[in-house]
């Protein structure tokens, strides 16, 4: 090894070392030079010669590793330079680590690929997710496909460590999701199968939704198209299958266990909500399974609510909430602020009505807009819903 060790250029942190002696001095003053392992006792070599020879005759150009080993790499640059080889340009970025400062282990199971394969990650939003690690770029926007990052990669990394932030991949996700799904190309697939997976295995699966198994098709729907149709409604929401089944089990399962909290809920916002419930019910069944679609479906639930305000029903509610000496209907409540002003604004009656609307379809869940949730139910299942809960209110 030489005297001194050489400085060399990191594409990171730019010019790295000082000209200093390596030696070091026993208790006897005699000097003695740092001489590394290169070769073990077994025959085998250590990374330090492993590494050098190997990249060599691999034609590597750039070798990017982690900033722990940039102590080692003067040692590495003397090898290449006594072998007569040209050094590859070096790259030493920080550390991964997680939310306590600690550097991601495997031992921990920090990030682990088995289980993010398991849950259902795309390999795209984790390629995305880790090129994005430590790296700074200028685009304005994370979400990038391997095309993208192709064309805008580079090696402008931060200098430090970097802490892993999980959201960030559920962000991600999300967004090629909404890619994958819109494109309808064989990367959908296997999403399909695995929703109708965990769909069939629960055996409350048939009682709500017999419209769509396929042997028994509504609208032309078999049980696989239901299915691609309900991840593409929702697909704003997706994170993995489990995940969306679970906040989206409404478009599969009957609304049993979620009912009663909800109609306690309502029963709260007394006469008026009861009335306006029993309204549209009434009315959105005037639409014929022909006309059972979105555009239909979003314009009927817009015509009833600018009706409301002006209906004689509405007009008594109001004069009663307005008149101090009314008495509440027995069980109820005087109408507050909010549910008066339901009853004299179409917007307002809008928001009022498609709150109820999510409550009898959905059982207060959230999801995609009611009329595209209306159309993926079909008209049997969402007027069963409708006319159960307008039923169970008036009870």
């Not at 640059?77 to 080889?85: L, Q």
């Not at 989206?248 to 306690?264: A, D, K, T």
């Not at 009335?275 to 059972?292: K, V």
């Amino acid at each position: 090894m030489p005297d001194i060790y050489p400085k060399f250029e990191d594409i990171i942190y730019g010019s790295v070392g000082k000209p200093n002696l390596k030696s070091v001095f026993f208790k006897h003053g005699e000097a003695a030079y740092e001489d590394p392992v290169l070769i073990k006792s077994d025959g085998l070599p250590t990374y330090h010669l492993a590494n050098v020879v190997d990249d060599h005759h691999m034609k590597i150009t750039h070798v990017v590793r982690a900033a722990e080993w940039m102590s080692s790499t003067p040692k590495h640059i003397v090898m290449y330079n006594a072998f007569g080889w040209e050094p590859p340009a070096f790259a030493h970025v920080g550390l991964l680590q997680n939310d306590d400062r600690q550097k991601l282990s495997k031992r921990n199971m920090d990030l682990d690929i088995g289980s993010l394969r398991e849950n259902g990650i795309f390999p795209e939003a984790l390629v995305n997710f880790v090129a994005l690690l430590g790296w700074s770029h200028s685009r304005g926007n994370d979400f990038m496909t391997l095309k993208d990052l192709e064309g805008n990669f580079d090696l402008k990394f931060t200098k430090g460590n970097t802490i892993v932030n999980p959201a960030k991949l559920n962000f991600l996700q999300k967004k090629h999701a909404q890619i994958i799904m819109t494109q309808n190309g064989p990367s959908f697939e296997p999403i399909i199968d695995q929703l109708l997976a965990v769909v069939q295995a629960n055996p409350r699966f048939t009682e709500d939704r017999k419209e769509i198994a396929d042997d028994d098709p509504i609208d032309g729907r078999g049980l696989r198209q239901y299915a691609a149709a309900v991840l593409r409604a929702g697909v704003k929401q997706y994170t993995t299958v489990p995940d969306f089944y679970s906040d989206h089990r409404y478009f599969f399962l009957p609304l049993w266990g979620n009912r009663s909290s909800g109609v306690e809920k309502v029963q709260n916002n007394e006469d008026s909500y009861d009335d306006c419930i029993a309204f549209y019910a009434r009315h959105i069944a005037d639409l014929s399974p022909d006309q059972w679609t979105t555009p239909s479906l979003t314009q009927k639930i817009l015509d009833i609510s600018s009706e409301i305000p002006n209906s004689e029903l509405a007009k008594k509610l109001r004069a009663k909430a307005e008149d101090p000496e009314s008495e509440p209907e027995p069980g109820g409540e005087r109408l507050d602020e909010k549910g008066l002003v339901s009853l004299m604004d179409a917007k307002a009656a809008h928001g009022a009505l498609c709150h109820w609307l999510r409550w009898a379809i959905l059982g207060g869940d959230n999801g995609p807009g009611m009329a595209d949730t209306m159309a993926l139910l079909g008209r049997r299942i969402s007027l069963c819903r409708l006319h159960a809960a307008a039923s169970m209110i008036k009870d």
